[in-house]
C-alpha cells in the first residue's frame, strides 16, 4: 500500500520559516520524481517545487530564492525548506510521487495546512 505522509505544517507569522517532511512508504523512493503542490481556497492546486530521481530542483517564480526543496533516498523523505514565508503562501500544501518511467504510478498525499499570518 501506498503512503505519503506530509507533516510540518501550522501556523507561522510573514517572515518565518517552516519544514515540510514528506515520508513515503509503499514504493521504491528512489524511482520517483517527487514534487510539492499547494492549493489555497479558491485557487487552483499549483505546482511549487519538483526534485528529479537524480535530485535536479525546479521552482515557481513566486518561491525561488526562499524556498528549497530536497530529497533522503535513505530515509524515503522529501523535504520542503520555506524560508521568508508570506501570508500568500498560505494553502494545504501536498506532497506527490510520479514514476519516473511508468506515469500512471502518480500518488498524492493526504496535504498539511500552512498558514501564514501578516
Known amino acids: 500500500q501506498v503512503q505519503l505522509v506530509e507533516s510540518g505544517g501550522g501556523l507561522v507569522q510573514a517572515g518565518g520559516s517552516l519544514r515540510l517532511s514528506c515520508a513515503a512508504s509503499?514504493?521504491?523512493?528512489?524511482?520517483?520524481?517527487m514534487g510539492w503542490y499547494r492549493q489555497a481556497p479558491g485557487k487552483e492546486r499549483e505546482l511549487v517545487a519538483s526534485?528529479?530521481?537524480?535530485?535536479?530542483?525546479d521552482y515557481a517564480e513566486s518561491v525561488k530564492g526562499r524556498f528549497t526543496i530536497s530529497r533522503d533516498n535513505a530515509k524515503n523523505t522529501m523535504y520542503l525548506q520555506m524560508n521568508s514565508l508570506k501570508p500568500e503562501d498560505t494553502a494545504v500544501y501536498y506532497c506527490n510521487a510520479k514514476h519516473q518511467l511508468y506515469r500512471s504510478r502518480d500518488y498524492w498525499g493526504q496535504g498539511t495546512q500552512v498558514t501564514v499570518s501578516s
Open positions: 526534485i528529479t530521481t537524480d535530485s535536479r530542483t
Open positions: 509503499g514504493i521504491s523512493f528512489s524511482s520517483y520524481a
